[in-house]
């Protein structure tokens, strides 16, 4: 198989990363920046949902983005970013967030909420 590709980049000099939609990004603007890895899921009723504020911290310098392509149905299903200092072999670092957060293809493989697991592996999960 071949190595993934990067799709693109970008810098972060603010020590932290706004995601999500336009509207998302600008409300997590304004919010205070959510450390890492803090988030833990809040049970009520018959949900289980972490609060993220859509801002977080992330270690300043270039990003690489990646793209998450669906086979069977073609075309870009997620993405994945990365530190550019901080992650040698995306493949590998891509079949670990599989490995111990989830895969949406197999009902039993890893944690898609963010636990000691992921925190422990440095995975930020966001579904």
């Known amino acids: 198989m071949a190595p993934p590709e990067i799709h693109s980049t970008f810098s972060v000099t603010s020590g932290c990363l706004c995601f999500g939609d336009l509207t998302k990004i600008c409300q997590g603007a304004s919010n205070a920046i959510q450390p890492f890895p803090n988030v833990r899921p809040r049970v009520g009723g018959t949900i289980k ?19 998450l392509i669906d086979r069977e149905r073609g075309g870009v299903s997620g993405w994945f970013i990365c530190h550019s200092t901080t992650v040698d072999n995306p493949g590998w670092e891509m079949d670990k ?9 197999k009902p039993d493989s890893g944690s898609k909420m963010n636990n000691d697991k992921t925190a422990a592996e440095g995975i930020f999960v966001i579904n």
């Open 49 to 67: 949902a972490h609060k993220i504020e859509y801002n977080v911290a992330a270690e300043n310098g270039n990003w690489n983005v990646y793209q």
């Open 97 to 105: 967030i599989l490995r111990v957060s989830g895969s949406p293809y």
